[in-house]
C-alpha cells in the first residue's frame, strides 16, 4: 500500500468508530503516507493497537506521527519496529510522549536512535503510562546507558525492559545496576547479545541479591564465564522472585 491508498484508508478512519486494530505492518509507508495516516488519527478515537512496522518511516514522519500523538486518546500499543527514526525522529516522539498518557506499549526495536536515547530518557523520567519498552538493536552502548539508567531511577510503570541486540559493555551495565537498586518495577529484563562480562555479572549479581522485583532475566549470548556463573549461582541462593533465567550460548 503506497501512499495513494494510505489516503484512501486515513479519509475512512476519520469517521469510522470500530476499527480498533490496525496492522500497517511492510508497507513501503514513507512521509507523505504517514502524513495522511496522522492527520486521521487526530479525530480517531477507536483504534488502540497501531502496527507500523517494518516501513520507511524516517524523521519527517514521525514528526507527522508525534504531532497526532500529542492529542490521541485512544491508541495504547505502538509498534514501529524496523523503520528508520534515528536520534532526531526520537527527538520529536519523546516530546509526544511527554504529553501522550495513554500508550502502555512500544516497541522501537531495530531503529537507529542510539543518540536519540538521551531524548527518550528525559521523557521517562515523567512518563507514568508505558509499561512495556522494546529498545532491542538500536546500537546502544555505554554512553547511552549511562542517560537511560538515570531515568529508570525515578520511572514508575516500565515493567518490560527489552535492551538485547546493542553494544552494552560492562560500564553501561554498572550504570544500569545502580538504577536497579532502586527500581522495584521492572520484572522482565533481556540483555541477550550485549558484551557484558566478569565486573558487569559480579555486580548485577549482586544486586539479585536484594532485588525483589526482577522475574524475568534474559543474558543469553554474552560473555559470561565459568566464574561469572558461580556469581550468579550465589544470588540464586538468596533471591527469591526470579523464575526465569537464560544464559544459554556464552563462553563458560
Not at 200 to 205: A, F, P, R, T, V
Amino acid at each position: 500500500m503506497r501512499n495513494e491508498g494510505i489516503r484512501y484508508l486515513s479519509e475512512a478512519l476519520k469517521y469510522n468508530n470500530s476499527i480498533t486494530y490496525l496492522n500497517l505492518y511492510n508497507n513501503d509507508i514513507r512521509e507523505e503516507g504517514i502524513r495522511y495516516l496522522s492527520e486521521a488519527l487526530k479525530c480517531n478515537n477507536s483504534i488502540t493497537f497501531l502496527d507500523l512496522n517494518f516501513n520507511e518511516i524516517k524523521k519527517e514522519g514521525i514528526r507527522y506521527l508525534s504531532e497526532a500523538l500529542k492529542v490521541n486518546e485512544s491508541i495504547t500499543f505502538l509498534n514501529l519496529y524496523k523503520n528508520d527514526i534515528q536520534e532526531e525522529g526520537m527527538k520529536y516522539l519523546s516530546e509526544a510522549l511527554k504529553v501522550n498518557k495513554c500508550i502502555t506499549s512500544l516497541d522501537l526495536s531495530y531503529n537507529i536512535i542510539k543518540e536519540g536515547i538521551k531524548y527518550l530518557s528525559e521523557t521517562l523520567k515523567t512518563n507514568s503510562s508505558i509499561n512495556s519498552l522494546d529498545l532491542s538493536s538500536n546500537d546502544i552502548g555505554d554512553e547511552e546507558m549511562r542517560y537511560l539508567s538515570e531515568s529508570l531511577k525515578n520511572n514508575s510503570s516500565i515493567t518490560l525492559l527489552n535492551l538485547g541486540y546493542n553494544n552494552i559493555t560492562n560500564k553501561g551495565m554498572e550504570y544500569l545496576n545502580e538504577s536497579l537498586k532502586v527500581n522495584e518495577c521492572i520484572t522482565y529484563l533481556d540483555l541477550r547479545y550485549n558484551k557484558i562480562k566478569d565486573k558487569g555479572i559480579k555486580n548485577l549479581s549482586e544486586v539479585l541479591k536484594t532485588n525483589s522485583s526482577i522475574t524475568f532475566l534474559n543474558l543469553e549470548n554474552n560473555n559470561i564465564q565459568e566464574e561469572e556463573i558461580k556469581y550468579l549461582s550465589e544470588a540464586l541462593q538468596s533471591n527469591t522472585t526470579l523464575t526465569e533465567l537464560s544464559y544459554r550460548n556464552n563462553d563458560y
